[in-house]
T-cell receptor, first 112, second 114 residues
């Protein structure tokens, strides 16, 4: 059974600080996704990582993928309040690459 | 880009009634759509795969008689929660992938059963 775990589950950080969210998954997967979810809203796609060593950056967020370690990271640089949200990683199901298995989620709060 | 639309966005119903949620792909055809459920402060759990023209495939532990899925056309899948009870209250989200392969999620439907 494919499992996807994130840590930390909850992160409270001060504006201007840096931090990394980790996503571990239990079996091989072709693609890894990062999503943002604001309260009461659906998912906003942040990154799709397609290969080992892939790194993508958008603004203060940078995502990377190590398929050998089955690990992805989402790095936050100089956090601002607008980044407060819940972040999910997700991987393709082993036998059906349209099905996603979501991580546990990381709830991020950025305070002044 | 491609859009997946859900309706209604919010619904409140009495216990014992049935509620239908629609998921539409607005500018592409989707032979497969997926339904997820999300309880407050939890992750998304895949409920079922909706297959156009055939029966849905349910994940383990999901009652197919309670959550009826119909995918009658290439742009529409519906999820009907039958005889809803308060424990069915949740946020339901659908997804579909367009032909180039990008995955899109609907806006979600919040169900509250009184």
């Amino acid at each position: 059974e494919l499992k996807v775990e994130q840590n930390p589950l909850f992160l409270s950080m001060q504006e201007g600080k840096n931090y990394t969210i980790y996503c571990n998954y239990s079996t091989t997967s072709d693609r890894l996704y990062w999503y943002r979810q604001d309260p009461g809203k659906s998912l906003e796609s942040l990154f799709v990582l397609l290969s080992n060593g892939a790194v993508k950056q958008e603004g203060r967020l940078m995502a990377s993928l190590d398929t050998k370690a089955r690990l992805s990271t989402l790095h936050i640089t100089a956090a601002v309040h607008d980044l407060s949200a819940t972040y999910f990683c997700a991987v393709d199901h082993t036998y059906n690459t349209d099905k996603l298995i979501f991580g546990t989620g990381t709830r991020l709060q950025v305070f002044p | 880009g491609a859009v997946v639309s859900q309706h209604p966005s919010r619904v409140i119903c009495k216990s014992g009634t049935s509620v239908k949620i629609e998921c539409r792909s607005l500018d592409f055809q989707a032979t497969t759509m997926f339904w997820y459920r999300q309880f407050p402060k939890q992750s998304l759990m895949l409920m079922a795969t909706s297959n156009e023209g055939s029966k849905a495939t349910y994940e383990q532990g999901v009652e197919k008689d309670k959550f009826l899925i119909n995918h009658a056309s290439l742009t529409l899948s519906t999820l009907t929660v039958t005889s809803a009870h308060p424990e069915d209250s949740s946020f339901y989200i659908c997804s579909a992938r367009d032909h180039p392969g990008e995955l899109f999620f609907g806006e979600g439907s919040r169900l509250t059963v009184l």
